[in-house]
């Protein structure tokens, strides 16, 4: 299976800062990377999908960009609303695996 | 707008199998292009994919499960479901069904709320 590994594991952050979450697949999965957001005893929300496209209905602060082996999801701008797990999700190769998440606190 | 709705017991004993219905509605099943998923985190953990199923019947199951798993589609309630035999505490963990395109791209667009299932005796 592919190992999805996210750093850092949480992360703490004021408002308006730029925060940058990455994810490092085991191997080359191209652009196969998803990146979703969960708020507690919540489902998780898609917010990128393909690496870097960002689904509909999605604000513009949140990004992300890689290829290969190496990802980074950003938000511009964080927002107290961003309070949430992120979790990273790749497809190139069965099963499909997700990360073990980065939890983002506001500071 | 699509909804997906989990159901089914949220305690199970050791050794018997955990059965779980997804209801979906706004959209048919039968739709072409689309998967439906089930997924489950166990608590305070990360998201581990189970398998998904085509309206046709078609299953793609993680191979880390696939002895103990059946999904399996009922068109005409617009429903599938899942069925995990021989339970054991590690399979405690909340239970999410899920959507996802065909064609090359696997996304999880629509998720079900969820449903915790605690195996216990």
């Known amino acids: 299976d592919i190992q999805m590994t996210q750093s850092p594991s949480s992360l703490s952050a004021s408002v308006g800062d730029r925060v940058t979450i990455t994810c490092q697949a085991s191997q080359d999965i191209s652009n196969y990377l998803n990146w979703y957001q969960q708020k507690p005893g919540k489902a998780p929300k898609l917010l990128i999908y393909g690496a870097s496209d960002l689904e509909t209905g999605v604000p513009s602060r949140f990004s992300g960009s890689g290829s290969g082996t190496d990802f980074t999801f950003t938000i511009s701008s964080l927002q107290p609303e961003d309070i949430a797990t992120y979790f990273c999700?790749?497809?190139?190769?069965?099963?499909?695996?997700f990360g073990q998440g980065t939890r983002l606190e506001i500071k | 707008q699509v909804q997906l709705q989990e159901s089914g017991p949220g305690l199970v004993k050791p050794s018997q199998t955990l059965s779980l219905t997804c209801t979906v509605s706004?959209?048919?099943?039968?739709?072409?292009?689309?998967?439906w998923s089930w997924i489950r985190q166990h608590p305070g953990k990360g998201l581990e994919w189970i398998g998904f199923?085509?309206?046709?019947?078609?299953?793609y199951y993680n191979p880390s499960l696939k002895s103990r798993l059946t999904i399996s589609v009922d068109t005409s309630k617009n429903q599938f479901s899942l069925k995990l035999t021989s339970v054991t505490a590690a399979d405690t963990a909340v239970y999410y069904c899920?959507?996802?395109?065909?064609?090359?791209?696997?996304?999880?667009?629509?998720w079900g709320q969820g449903t915790l299932v605690t195996v216990s005796s």
């Open positions: 999700q790749q497809y190139e190769h069965f099963p499909i695996t």
């Open positions: 706004g959209g048919s099943i039968s739709s072409a292009g689309y998967y």
């Open positions: 199923i085509y309206y046709s019947g078609s299953t």
């Open positions: 899920a959507r996802n395109p065909t064609g090359g791209l696997v996304y999880f667009d629509y």
